[in-house]
């Protein structure tokens, strides 16, 4: 080596870090530095790299061959300038092709000091738009800029098809003690796959997916892919303004619950050709006319969030800001939100921050330590699952998971979130023994740290996006999940009904001549109706795993299966709390569901599952069209007891109120197989009162057994209501009535 060139190399300790992989500075060492005697010195690494030239000057036509002064491939040379000045790199491969592009190692840091700030303060609300792979210009420049966090790397590159997947060729600079490294990348562009290459302190490498790439493989393929920065051009501002503007607690809701890889049958994907999935634009019409018939107001989307394996349904996340591959791009998803919000559907995503995967490329163990979620499996693991539990305590952690949910309501404009496994999060001792969980500083169950975070979530999501909905899957009696965080609760819209599913369907299920013994399943869930603002799901988990179909718990020969099946659902929308009915349901799928195949579609080809459909659809316009039935849901002013204690017949009665108290629904249910003719009950209105729908009706697949229209009242006290009238009940079906205005 010339004495020339040996003035050109870095220092020894530095040059060693890049040639082992192993700096977390290379803008320290490579790009355009002050050289010896004033004169500009500029240093390119690349070791697939044969030659390298400098292009200066007056739109990059002055050439410079630099000098390759180390055979692992680093070149450099001077310049007898004192000033920076802008330029170009062509790099010249073994194989005779050449690549030219702006340096990256020329530019200063494109992220700012209070993005780094925000980020470990776990404050940053935008963090998705500063954390992950962006298409931006730098000084003119167009290109990509890379930042991930992994404060105990060693060093972390970007590795694609670009640098051929050479971890050598781009490595990143640790920005101080942020623990972010970012890279700036000129000439790239939407829709280059890429990782990061990780080598740890103890001198392990491999690849990481991106916990922020909002773009992913199709799987078994699991690399980012840079999203096309180009905004999605949305149409649904009047909704938008509607939804801020609307008192969701007070107005209708009933969802339709939905698995999009096996609602309907496969289509195409534009990735692979292959008949696999549907794509987003195809689903939001075919499902948005489905469900824009069927009367419902929301969808909620199992999760749909990149997860690697079909089986899990969406709940083993590793891409919490990027939808899944399997059915499009992420505009496509934009286009299925705004077309559902076209035709006046919400849109409810299903999202899982309690655990993620410990699938290899995504978050555990990320930069070789436990940094996403506890060192400590006591804390840190999830046995039931297999999975890693999030450390709630982590500044970095709450920010990317708060991060991720407002990504969804902004980039979406999704309008709300049901967070999935709550109680999983609120307890230490989740599903563990005594001796696998660690108390609370207070010595108690209790993870303070969860806590926290779903309060700080709720405050937020709330605040930045009025009239959306988050929905607790929630399922023990935690107080006040939800109640707003300043009146010490959790701060969630809404939480699941999980006892009123268990009892309700343990009642249901029972052959009816037992029913009478167990009446109190069936009554019980309207002593704390009122405890918490309730959603009433007979959801996907309750049709798996041998759990049978809805219709198939159901006890008695065909015909009362689909009586009795209709007498559930009326009596759901009559139960104070908003709705949620897991695809399938409405047609009575006959077998439990199979995530690996569509539903039976078949089945309306055969009279009393298009009937069943028919009831569900009239039932659901119904509870619409009532605002008995949703404008007063949370407190006791919107329901009264007629009679919920004739057990001995196994018969139920209420009436659901308005909140003016002005237009009454009154529901009466008979749940057993044998028809009263000549049954009583107290009326709160005095004249004349129709019946409005009946489950036994000859069109919903009944015997027709009905009461003609009007009914008049007769005085006398009776269920604690000065007037009553006598009607008949069908066998296993409910008959609601209303006053019939003069």
């Keep these: 080596m010339k004495k020339n060139e040996t003035n050109l190399l870095p220092a020894p300790d530095q040059l060693r870090a890049l040639l082992d992989g192993r700096t977390a500075d290379p803008h320290s060492i490579l790009g355009m530095h002050s050289g010896p005697g004033g004169r500009i010195l500029i240093r390119v690494f690349d070791p697939m790299a044969e030659a390298v030239t400098v292009f200066r000057g007056k739109e990059f036509q002055t050439a410079a061959v630099l000098t390759k002064i180390h055979d692992a491939g680093l070149f450099a040379a001077e310049f007898p300038v004192k000033k920076f000045f802008a330029y170009e790199v062509e790099k010249q491969f073994g194989n005779g092709t050449t690549f030219r592009s702006r340096d990256p190692y020329s530019f200063l840091p494109a992220i700012g000091e209070m993005d780094l700030y925000l980020f470990n303060s776990g404050e940053h609300h935008n963090v998705y738009n500063a954390m992950g792979a962006h298409c ?30 050479d971890g050598r060729r781009s490595p990143m600079r640790l920005m101080g003690n942020s623990g972010i490294w970012e890279l700036f990348i000129p000439a790239l562009e939407a829709g280059e796959v890429y990782k990061y290459e990780i080598r740890t302190r103890n001198g392990d490498v491999f690849t990481k997916l991106d916990p922020y790439a909002w773009q992913t493989e199709l799987r078994p393929s699991n690399a980012g892919i840079v999203a096309n920065p180009a905004p999605f051009q949305w149409t649904d501002s009047a909704w938008l303004e509607k939804r801020a503007a609307t008192d969701i607690q007070h107005s209708p809701m009933n969802i339709y619950e939905v698995h999009l890889g096996s609602w309907q049958g496969p289509g195409t994907t534009p990735t692979t050709g292959k008949d696999d999935f549907n794509n987003y ?19 909620e989307l199992l999760p749909i969030c990149e997860h690697p394996l079909d089986q899990s349904w969406g709940y083993q996340v590793t891409g919490f800001y990027a939808p899944t591959a399997r059915f499009g791009t992420p505009e496509d998803f934009a286009y299925f939100v705004n077309h559902m919000h076209s035709l006046g559907i919400g849109v409810i995503l299903d999202w899982v921050p309690a655990h ?16 996403y979620e506890h060192a400590d499996p006591r804390q840190g693991e999830q046995k039931d699952w297999g999975t890693y539990v999030f450390n709630f305590g982590r500044n970095e952690v709450r920010g990317f998971l708060i991060g991720s949910a407002l990504y969804w309501l902004d980039r979406f404009h999704v309008d709300g979130l049901r967070v999935d496994a709550v109680a999983s999060m609120l307890y230490l001792d989740y599903s563990r023994k005594a001796g696998e969980w660690i108390p609370n500083k207070y010595g108690g169950n209790e993870n303070l740290e969860a806590i926290a975070f779903l309060k700080r979530l709720n405050e937020l999501t709330h605040e930045q996006y009025p009239g959306i909905a988050m929905i607790a899957e929630e399922s023990t009696s935690w107080p006040g999940v939800s109640k707003p965080s300043y009146l010490g609760g959790l701060g969630f819209t809404f939480k699941w009904n999980m006892g009123w599913m268990h009892d309700t369907l343990e009642y249901m299920e029972l052959d009816p001549v037992y029913r009478s013994y167990n009446h109190g399943k069936l009554t019980f869930s309207l002593l704390y109706a009122f405890s918490e603002n309730f959603v009433l799901p007979l959801s996907h988990d309750e049709v798996v795993h041998g759990k049978r179909s809805l219709l198939n718990k159901m006890p008695g020969d065909y015909q009362q299966k689909f009586a009795n099946l209709r007498a559930l659902y009326a009596y759901m929308a009559m139960h104070p709390g908003k709705k949620l009915l897991f695809m399938g349901g409405e047609f009575a799928q006959w077998i439990e569901w199979n995530s690996n195949a569509p539903l039976d579609w078949n089945l309306l080809d055969y009279p009393q599952h298009k009937a069943m459909q028919a009831m569900v659809r009239d039932l659901n316009r119904f509870y619409r069209g009532n605002p008995a039935l949703w404008s007063d849901d949370f407190t006791p002013n919107g329901f009264q007891w007629l009679d919920g204690g004739d057990y001995r017949q196994s018969v139920v009665s209420f009436i659901r109120w308005d909140r003016e108290h002005k237009e009454p629904v009154v529901i009466i249910l008979n749940l057993t197989p044998v028809v009263r003719d000549s049954y009583t009950t107290g009326i709160p209105l005095p004249g004349e009162w129709e019946e409005v729908f009946n489950t036994d009706r000859s069109e919903y697949g009944g015997t027709n057994l009905l009461n003609s229209s009007p009914m008049r009242t007769q005085d006398g006290l009776y269920h604690g209501q000065p007037w009553h009238i006598t009607l008949r009940l069908p066998w296993l079906g409910a008959v609601i009535l209303k006053h019939k205005k003069s």
């Design 136 to 165: 931006m210009t730098v000084d003119g420049v167009p290109g990509v800029r890379f930042t991930v966090w992994a404060p105990n790397a060693e060093r972390v590159s970007v590795v694609g098809n670009f640098n051929c997947w």
């Design 281 to 299: 634009r195809q689903l939001a019409h075919a499902l948005g006319d489905y469900v824009l018939d069927m009367g419902y107001t929301h969808i």
């Design 356 to 371: 993620f995967p410990k699938d290899a490329f995504s978050l555990g163990r990320f930069d070789g330590t436990a940094l």
